[in-house]
């Protein structure tokens, strides 16, 4: 089966899912984001030497897990606590087994905000919380999603990702949405990095 045709498949179990699966043969919209990965073929991605990285979402699991053993580089899931990802480690390494191949990386992309200080973590938090037009209290939104992103003090932040590293994730994407905010790029490269390195 060609990359396209696992992803039609892919797309048709997400869909089931989420009880969808009156939409499940994929439309020209419904593929619209997706079109380089439907119809990039694996073995010229290869040649081009591409890292192929498959992106699981916590419905689509079951429809991903399977073609990233198969196929990926990586594998990639959001915003999940690391028990999560431990769980999804297990998983992917068990399929990757199955198809004849040594496990594959599993990277994270999840949410960030971090300060120096509780107050400049809460600061950045509202700030991000505005970005995304929630109305929640910064200190409610960490309780909600912490266990799930890296938010709150240097500290937290690298015990967190230290948790991450203990369950099984290579690497992770922190999703940063206040661009403006540099100072927050500066903190991760200057303090938070070294912290975990």
């Known amino acids: ?33 997706i079109r380089l990965y439907v119809e990039m073929e694996v073995a010229a991605a290869r040649e081009r030497e591409a890292t192929l990285i498959v992106v699981g979402l916590p419905l689509t699991l079951q429809g991903t897990i399977g073609p ?32 004849g191949r040594e496990p594959i990386p599993l ?6 905000a971090i300060g120096r200080d ?15 037009g929630q109305q929640i209290d910064p200190d409610e939104y960490k309780a909600q999603r912490g266990a799930a992103a890296i938010l709150g003090t240097l500290e937290e932040a690298a015990e967190r990702l230290r948790a991450y590293e203990r369950a099984g994730v290579e ?23 070294p912290a975990v390195a």
């Open 107 to 112: 990277s994270l992309m999840t949410g960030c």
């Open 68 to 99: 990233a053993a198969r196929f990926a580089d990586e594998y990639n899931t959001v915003m999940a606590t690391p028990e999560e990802c431990a769980e999804r480690r297990e998983k992917l390494a068990r399929a990757c087994e199955r198809e």
């Open 118 to 132: 509780e107050a400049e973590a809460r600061e950045r938090i509202r700030r991000r919380l505005e970005r995304a």
């Open 171 to 193: 690497r992770v994407m922190l999703q940063h949405l206040d661009h403006q905010d540099l100072e927050m790029v500066e903190l991760i490269g200057r303090e938070l990095v």
């Open 1 to 33: 089966m060609n990359r396209r045709g696992i992803l039609r498949s892919a797309f048709a179990a997400t869909a089931a899912a989420v009880g969808l699966d009156r939409f499940a043969a994929p439309t020209q919209a419904q593929t619209k984001h």
